[in-house]
């Protein structure tokens, strides 16, 4: 494994899990609190030449759920939510040009659109895809594609 790949496992879980716990402990010392996480579509589609984010992301998923059904007749919320493209200063940086980039900027989340849902939804939903196009879209390959289809068509986005 490279550097750059444990590196990103250690973020994404490993620190992640010290963060996740540390808080959580406080939270139920106290009866009181709320956890929003961060995961990303690229956790639930799979995502090749680019797995180790993937895994991740999906690891934050479905930690984030189990924890939120553990606590959820507690006085602690944990909420999950799965973000898309949304308008980060990394997304911007890294933009194509062009018509590609122009459809990006159509259908990417702005952050305060995804900060409005979370909070919206916080202590109602424990698990929570952010963004209508998002969600239509998970909907949409599940009920008419094959986990196959899903794993190639996510590839086609990283092959060179």
């Not at 959580?24 to 030449?49: C, E, H, L, Y």
């Not at 680019?50 to 759920?65: D, R, S, V, W």
């Not at 202590?123 to 998970?138: F, Q």
């Amino acid at each position: 494994m490279s550097e750059k790949h444990e590196a990103m496992i250690n973020v994404n879980v490993v620190t992640f899990m010290k963060c996740f716990y540390h808080y959580m402990k406080i939270f139920a010392a106290q009866d009181r609190g709320a956890v929003i996480n961060v995961s990303s579509m690229t956790g639930i589609s799979s995502s090749p030449w680019n797995g180790q984010y993937g895994a991740g992301k999906a690891f934050i998923l479905k930690m984030t759920e189990a924890v939120a059904c553990e606590t959820e007749k507690t006085n602690v919320d944990v909420e999950v939510i799965t973000l898309g493209t949304t308008l980060t200063p990394s997304l911007l940086s890294n933009l194509p040009g062009g018509p590609q980039g122009e459809a990006v900027m159509k259908t990417a989340q702005t952050p305060e659109e995804v900060v409005d849902e979370a909070f919206e939804k916080l202590g109602k939903e424990l698990s929570v895809i952010s963004g209508e196009r998002n969600k239509a879209s998970v909907h949409d390959w599940k009920a008419n594609h094959t986990e196959d289809d899903y794993i190639r068509y996510m590839g086609s986005f990283y092959q060179e």
